[in-house]
């Protein structure tokens, strides 16, 4: 059945579009009844068309059983509306994020305006790191006024993951991708703890 909203070609059983999650026309009585009135809050959609329509198909679809994405990421891209499940680990992928500046252009500016721009930069670091906690905590309270119900991790189960077997070959594969695309990984998260306040072994 081709949806109305953006003709995404949905099978004849499906009651939401896949792709922008539009209820479908139910053609006769005999269709797979309308979705219930808490799933329909959940999935109408808040925009004209999500973000990552790709990887809303497949959860939908249940090519994938699921997505480890972080809190702030997978709120703001409203993954919510189409999982069936939504679990909360109180931890998140390694993101590494630069503003990059051509050399050339960064040394023609006088040494005053370059002093402001590394002020202001410096300002957005310690905003994106030190509110890091408040930042997701509006991200999780703002799912949660959408209707989304967290599955908590015990603690016991967070430990589990947090094994130096686990966390070590994921920031071994972290630095080596930096090392990769050309940066300094481990001085980075040296200068993210520091930042935050935290030691490596926390």
Request: aromatic share 10%; hydrophobic share 40%; glycine share 6%.
């Amino acid at each position: 059945m081709q949806c109305p909203r953006c003709n995404w070609q949905n099978p004849a059983s499906n009651t939401l579009c896949f792709s922008c999650q539009t209820p479908l026309p139910v053609k006769t009585a005999a269709a797979t009844p309308a979705p219930t009135q808490a799933h329909a809050k959940r999935a109408a959609p808040a925009q004209d068309a999500p973000v990552f329509p790709s990887i809303w198909v497949r959860l939908g679809a249940t090519v994938i059983d699921g997505l480890f994405i972080s809190t702030c990421v997978g709120g703001s891209l409203e993954f919510w509306r189409i999982a069936k499940n939504v679990q909360n680990w109180s931890l998140g992928p390694i993101n590494g994020w630069a503003i990059l500046v051509n050399p050339e252009s960064w040394q023609k500016l006088p040494a005053d305006v370059q002093k402001q721009v590394q002020g202001a930069m410096d300002a957005v670091q310690q905003d994106a790191f030190g509110k890091y906690d408040e930042f997701v905590a509006n991200s999780r309270q703002a799912m949660e006024k959408n209707g989304v119900t967290f599955w908590v991790a015990p603690d016991e189960e967070r430990a589990k993951l947090m094994q130096p077997q686990y966390i070590g070959p994921a920031y071994d594969a972290w630095n080596k991708r930096a090392k990769q695309v050309g940066f300094d990984g481990p001085a980075y998260l040296d200068r993210v703890r520091k930042v935050l306040g935290k030691t490596e072994a926390q």
